[in-house]
């Protein structure tokens, strides 16, 4: 058994077309057949507009993106996913290293 067979489908991936030859024009054509600015599509991968674009226009794609557009574009993915993965999380916390009292800024001596 497999992810895939594991992986509920969305709603939303019926409308997206299952492809694994990913390329600057189907990007363009699938983003604009969606009717999305470039700014609301690529800041779903992590991309500005402005290298979205550049991307459209044939440059080339880092290889961590061009991952995620093929897991999105497989249906692996969906827009939940990228996401919750997307939200800020908390800080950790940590212990001060630095010793609060800067009258002795190294601790006892």
Do not use: C
Not at 77 to 101: E, F, G
Request: no cysteine; hydrophobic share 40%; aromatic share 8%.
């Amino acid at each position: 058994m497999s992810i895939a067979d594991i992986r509920q489908p969305h709603a939303e991936d019926t409308a997206r077309p299952l492809r694994t030859e990913i390329d600057s024009a189907f990007i363009q054509a699938y983003r604009r057949q969606v009717k999305e600015s470039q700014k609301t599509f690529w800041s779903r991968f992590g991309v500005t507009q402005s290298r979205g674009s550049r991307f459209e226009l044939g440059a080339n794609i880092p290889k961590p993106v061009m991952l995620l557009l093929r897991l999105y574009f497989e249906a692996r993915i969906s827009d939940d996913d990228i996401r919750s993965v997307s939200q800020k999380r908390a800080a950790a916390l940590r212990q001060a290293l630095v010793n609060p009292d800067l009258s002795s800024p190294f601790g006892s001596l």
